[in-house]
């Protein structure tokens, strides 16, 4: 993704981190004009993601990074564009509070680090920049990927935590977020805390208010609370059917559009061979 200012001026390193100060490194401190470009880049990258994932508005743009606590990890490709650079995908994450279900079904609330956004430009994508960028961003946290909960994960996205980090089997949940086996294991219990079913003012809802029209036409097609522990759509194919959000993001596409998305359909099935290269999953 190329722009007609210098990127390499903007963003020194390969792997930038920004946050709500949309100040990259020294350079861009106390530069408004400088600011203004980092701005224009991460609404160009927002819009771009929004596009590839079709959904209805982008979730990441700078006045959202300005005002929320997330952060944004922007790849670069110094080289390109006659040595002025190119921008070659983001991931934003941040941490959120989720009451989840863990595998006895019991509700607990969890503050995890989440993956909200990720995008790899069109003409670069299955290089291994995704996975480049996803593996800055676990050494920057220090964090294993089954400890992140992931807003309403693509296709696309799902079959790369398969291949990369043997993310296969998730946990149901009634909201936006996945969480894979695993997630509940080696926490601290001041990490996750058991939610009782009733509060003395009603009844826990698991999930925000903000229903979204695609949550309720799955949940239609989906058993509830969710499929029994055996049940096929305990695999990775279920994980392509979401449910209810806690509302970070607008509605990604239905699943039906999403299975017939560019390249949604190959090497989705959880016998796709490529699921099979599955790395052992990474110690840092
Ligand atoms: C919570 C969220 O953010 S969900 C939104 C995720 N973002 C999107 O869906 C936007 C469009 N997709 C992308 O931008 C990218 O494909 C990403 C970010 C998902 C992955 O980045 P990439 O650089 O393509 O990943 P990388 O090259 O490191 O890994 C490749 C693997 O990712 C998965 N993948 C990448 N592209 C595709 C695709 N078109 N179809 C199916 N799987 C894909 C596959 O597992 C692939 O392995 P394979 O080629 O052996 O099948």
């Known amino acids: 993704m190329e722009f007609p200012f210098d990127i390499n001026q903007l963003f020194s390193e390969r792997v930038s981190v920004l946050d709500h100060t949309l100040v990259a490194?020294?350079?861009?401190?106390?530069?408004?004009?400088?600011?203004?470009?980092?701005?224009?880049?991460?609404?160009?990258?927002?819009?771009?993601?929004?596009?590839?994932?079709?959904?209805?508005?982008?979730?990441?743009?700078?006045?959202?990074?300005?005002?929320q606590k997330h952060q944004l990890y922007l790849l670069k490709d110094g080289e390109s564009n006659g040595g002025r650079g190119a921008v070659m995908g983001f991931l934003k994450v941040g941490y959120k509070k989720l009451f989840l279900l863990d595998q006895q079904g019991a509700h607990v609330e969890a503050e995890p680090l989440c993956v909200l956004d990720f995008y790899i430009a069109e003409n670069l994508q299955r290089h291994g920049?995704?996975?480049?960028?996803?593996?800055?961003?676990?050494?920057?946290?220090?964090?294993?990927?089954?400890?992140?909960?992931?807003?309403?994960?693509?296709?696309?996205?799902?079959?790369?935590?398969?291949?990369?980090?043997?993310?296969?089997?998730?946990?149901?949940?009634?909201?936006?977020?996945?969480?894979?086996?695993?997630?509940?294991?080696?926490?601290?219990?001041?990490?996750?805390?058991?939610?009782?079913?009733?509060?003395?003012?009603?009844?826990?809802?698991?999930?925000?208010?903000?229903?979204?029209?695609?949550?309720?036409?799955?949940?239609?097609?989906?058993?509830?609370?969710?499929?029994?522990?055996h049940s096929p759509l305990r695999s990775v194919s279920s994980q392509y059917s979401q449910s209810l959000s806690v509302g970070s993001s607008p509605s990604r596409a239905p699943r039906a559009a999403l299975a017939s998305a560019p390249g949604g359909s190959r090497d989705q099935s959880p016998q796709s061979p490529h699921l099979d290269r599955c790395r052992a999953r990474r110690t840092r």
């Open 129 to 229: 920049y995704g996975l480049e960028l996803f593996d800055f961003m676990l050494q920057h946290k220090n964090l294993e990927p089954v400890l992140m909960a992931y807003d309403r994960p693509s296709p696309k996205f799902l079959s790369f935590l398969a291949k990369h980090y043997c993310l296969k089997q998730s946990i149901p949940q009634v909201n936006n977020f996945v969480v894979f086996d695993g997630f509940f294991l080696n926490r601290s219990v001041g990490q996750l805390r058991k939610v009782p079913l009733k509060k003395p003012d009603g009844e826990i809802k698991p999930y925000s208010l903000m229903e979204r029209e695609v949550v309720r036409q799955e949940q239609r097609t989906l058993p509830w609370p969710f499929a029994p522990p």
């Open 25 to 67: 490194g020294r350079k861009s401190a106390g530069r408004p004009d400088l600011q203004a470009h980092i701005a224009t880049v991460i609404d160009e990258l927002g819009r771009a993601s929004a596009k590839a994932q079709q959904l209805t508005a982008p979730i990441t743009s700078a006045s959202k990074l300005q005002s």
